[in-house]
């Protein structure tokens, strides 16, 4: 290995959520590394859109990830079409914001555990489970957020204990499964621009507001994100596992 080879030249790399804003741009990161992709996300359509639009070589999945026991068959399907996949990138996820946190239901909870934790554990432990049968090594990188050291406020809390138990989970992931030589860290991003961080109502004083809270003065941006995650699924951080990159400008220090 040279010191700046990706090493990701014709792997196979599934990102999920991977249609959404942040999703999207680090798919095509992994693209523009010579990766293969498998593109996952609720909609065939624009999966394969996605899909497309990154080059032939790639292929789209549509899948509810919370279909939990369809989960296996969805990676032995990418298996299959693009051969073994080495990184698995965790990136779907859903927040729903209450007005406060008297009046989140148990639907609000389940919806949000559902998706952020219990399909990303479960589309983890079928990837990992490949790679251990076959004996290679590979990577997983998990989407937390600055929220999981912050707790969030108010209607966000929930998302954020979601979070929170996925930078938890990344780091028992990665000293459960370190001795098969696979890497699992997470992304923090801090307030990214994205319809996710939008609310019903917003004014421009508040995202002003928000903005003045964040050192580098500026929103996030999907693209903001991709350097940190390619590195972490390539060969130059094939020391690190278990960590987690803070990719916020400075919103959350640790
Ligand atoms: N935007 C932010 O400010 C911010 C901050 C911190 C962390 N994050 C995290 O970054 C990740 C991406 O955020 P984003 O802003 O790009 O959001 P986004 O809404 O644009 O993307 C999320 C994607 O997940 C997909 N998804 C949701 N439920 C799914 C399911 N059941 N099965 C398959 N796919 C499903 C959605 O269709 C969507 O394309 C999320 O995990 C989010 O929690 C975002």
């Given at each position: 290995?040279?010191?700046?080879?990706?090493?990701?030249?014709?792997?196979?790399?599934?990102?999920?959520?991977?249609?959404g804003a942040i999703g999207r741009a680090v798919a095509q990161g992994f693209a523009e590394a010579g990766a293969t992709l498998a593109i996952v996300d609720l909609d065939q359509g624009q999966c394969n859109t996605t899909a497309?639009?990154?080059?032939?070589?790639?292929?789209?999945?549509?899948?509810?990830?919370?279909?939990?026991?369809?989960?296996?068959?969805?990676?032995?399907?990418?298996?299959?079409?693009?051969?073994?996949?080495?990184?698995?990138?965790?990136?779907?996820?859903?927040?729903?914001?209450?007005?406060?946190?008297?009046?989140?239901?148990?639907?609000?909870?389940?919806?949000?555990?559902?998706?952020?934790?219990?399909?990303l554990f479960f589309l983890t432990q079928a990837f990992a489970k490949r790679l251990a049968d076959s004996g290679v090594p590979g990577s997983v990188i998990n989407y937390s957020s600055q929220g999981a050291l912050s707790g969030?406020?108010?209607?966000?809390?929930?998302?954020?204990?979601?979070?929170?138990?996925?930078?938890?989970?990344?780091?028992?992931?990665?000293?459960?499964?370190?001795?098969?030589?696979?890497?699992?860290?997470?992304?923090?991003?801090?307030?990214?621009?994205?319809?996710?961080?939008?609310?019903?109502?917003?004014?421009?004083?508040?995202?002003?507001?928000?903005?003045?809270?964040?050192?580098?003065?500026?929103?996030?941006?999907?693209?903001?994100?991709?350097?940190?995650?390619?590195?972490?699924?390539?060969?130059?951080?094939?020391?690190?596992?278990?960590?987690?990159?803070?990719?916020?400008?400075?919103?959350?220090?640790?």
């Amino acid at each position: 290995m040279t010191h700046l080879d990706w090493g990701l030249s014709g792997k196979t790399v599934i990102v999920t959520g991977a249609t959404g804003a942040i999703g999207r741009a680090v798919a095509q990161g992994f693209a523009e590394a010579g990766a293969t992709l498998a593109i996952v996300d609720l909609d065939q359509g624009q999966c394969n859109t996605t899909a497309l639009s990154l080059g032939l070589a790639h292929r789209g999945y549509g899948a509810d990830l919370r279909q939990i026991a369809q989960l296996p068959a969805l990676v032995a399907r990418i298996e299959s079409d693009l051969g073994l996949a080495t990184t698995l990138v965790n990136i779907a996820g859903v927040i729903l914001r209450t007005p406060d946190l008297f009046t989140v239901t148990e639907q609000d909870w389940d919806a949000q555990h559902d998706i952020n934790l219990k399909a990303l554990f479960f589309l983890t432990q079928a990837f990992a489970k490949r790679l251990a049968d076959s004996g290679v090594p590979g990577s997983v990188i998990n989407y937390s957020s600055q929220g999981a050291l912050s707790g969030g406020f108010g209607g966000s809390v929930v998302y954020n204990a979601t979070k929170g138990a996925i930078t938890t989970m990344t780091r028992g992931m990665a000293r459960s499964w370190a001795p098969l030589g696979i890497r699992v860290n997470a992304v923090a991003p801090g307030l990214v621009d994205t319809p996710m961080l939008k609310t019903p109502g917003q004014t421009a004083a508040e995202r002003d507001a928000m903005i003045q809270q964040i050192p580098m003065k500026r929103f996030g941006l999907p693209d903001d994100h991709v350097g940190a995650t390619v590195f972490l699924a390539s060969d130059m951080a094939g020391y690190m596992t278990g960590a987690m990159i803070n990719v916020s400008g400075g919103f959350l220090m640790y």
